[in-house]
């Protein structure tokens, strides 16, 4: 290929040209026919029996050897059933959008809905997930440049091997983020990264503090501008990317209440959607000034604890357009209830219980004044009978509510 082909393929792996953007062009070789319409509808049912296999079977922390063995046996013939046969269902189940589904666009949800639902166990196994399947996606983010504008061969080949590791990572038979996180995050990886990201709290700290002078704020506006287009792209995906991991892991290897787990693996659902967003963007919009600056203030805005971006995002958006308000409503419910359980005196726990559920148990509209009178009537023979025997630890009702 000339030196000019490959600068104008590379210059449309970027922005796009006349000849096309270079990400989408695997759909090139596919046609509208029966063969397609069948392969649509294998992926569909594939689809449905992973969804079925993560939701209704227990993990097995990929302990279960003989289930690797049949899953990478299962993965290979799939491979070389489908080259032999069928170039098409070949192209669509081995493709970005593919990957992009088991890798990404399935594990979010589920992601999502482990955030949604009480305990913090299904927040560490997803956690777990995101940082064997983003340590990969990271380290190997070169291979996909080079394999959109180099050699079409070898992009066939790493998307089947994206693929079949992304899918190892989260069926429950294999449970390949499990299994990474027992045998290389927790004894390789974690002791290393644990100093580093001390440091890297006070570096970010520091990092904050310069950004507030309006000084260095344009400076750094402008010396990312002049920036070529890939080192942008390269930083963005540093900053969003390099650190949560490493706190990520730090998280799943602490061992406590867990709301760590919960608060990384709610960025990863909000950045993974903003990592897709800028990717399957970039090729049409890329060009335009300060598109890669905007995807960086929003990595930011989802990052730092003093922003609380992915929280407000995650319950504000990602929530309500997931369907699942109500599910994360009864999730906070059930914290308050567990925080009860903690600062409440035994003695009062019983009548406030009865206070809470007869104010719930009210089908009709909403009447503050008559939940308080109902509070009133029965926490104040409890407070009495307190204050009576001197016993009275922890102060009134008040301050229960």
């Known amino acids: 290929m000339s030196e000019t082909k490959d600068s104008t393929t590379e210059a449309a792996v970027v922005v796009g040209t006349e000849e ?81 589904l088991v890798g990404c666009v399935y594990p979010i949800y589920e992601s999502i809905r482990a955030v949604c639902t009480p305990g ?10 995101w940082v064997a399947q983003g340590v990969v996606a990271f380290s190997t983010e070169f291979i996909d440049d080079y394999t959109v504008v180099k050699n079409v061969a070898v992009r066939r080949i790493w998307y089947e091997v994206e ?24 004894p390789l990886l974690a002791p290393r990264i644990k100093p580093l990201v ?57 061992k406590d209440t867990g709301d760590d787990d919960t608060y990384w693996l709610t960025y990863w659902s909000c950045y993974g959607i903003l990592f897709m967003l800028m990717d399957w963007s970039e090729a049409w919009i890329g060009w335009l000034p300060g598109f890669y600056l905007f995807i960086l203030l929003c990595t930011v ?11 407000k995002i995650f319950r504000h958006v990602l929530v309500p357009l997931a ?20 600062s409440v005196p035994p003695e009062r726990l019983k009548a406030l219980r009865a206070a809470i559920s007869k104010s719930f148990a009210d089908d009709g509209e909403d009447d503050e004044d008559a939940d308080v009178a109902a509070m009133h009537a ?14 009275g630890s922890g102060g009134t009702y008040q301050s229960i509510l």
């Open 20 to 100: 096309g953007p270079a990400r989408g062009s695997w759909d090139d070789d596919l046609t509208l026919g029966p063969e397609l319409i069948l392969s649509f509808v294998g992926m569909a049912i594939m689809a449905g029996l992973i969804v079925l296999a993560t939701r209704k079977y227990e993990r097995t922390r990929g302990r279960v050897v003989k289930f690797q063995y049949y899953y990478f046996g299962a993965a290979a013939a799939t491979i070389l059933v489908v080259h032999l046969t069928s170039s098409t269902m070949e192209l669509l189940l081995f493709s970005p959008p593919s990957v992009a």
């Open 120 to 129: 913090t166990a299904d927040d560490t196994s997803w956690l777990q997930y």
């Open 163 to 186: 693929f079949i590791y992304f899918l190892w990572l989260l069926l429950p038979f294999t449970d390949g983020a499990a299994l990474t996180f027992d045998y290389i995050t927790e």
């Open 198 to 254: 001390a440091k890297m709290d006070n570096l970010i700290q520091a990092i904050i503090s310069m950004f507030t002078n309006i000084t260095h704020l344009w400076v750094i506006w402008i010396a990312f501008v002049l920036l070529p287009s890939f080192l942008k792209r390269f930083i963005v995906i540093v900053v969003g990317t390099v650190y949560p991991l490493m706190s990520s892991v730090v998280a799943i290897t602490t």
């Open 301 to 311: 805005y989802l990052m730092l604890p003093m922003f609380q971006g992915a929280e």
């Open 323 to 342: 369907g699942l308000k109500e599910m994360l409503l009864l999730n906070d419910a059930i914290k308050v209830k567990k925080e009860m359980m903690r």
């Open 378 to 391: 029965l926490l104040d023979p409890i407070n009495n009978n307190i204050s009576a025997s001197g016993s």
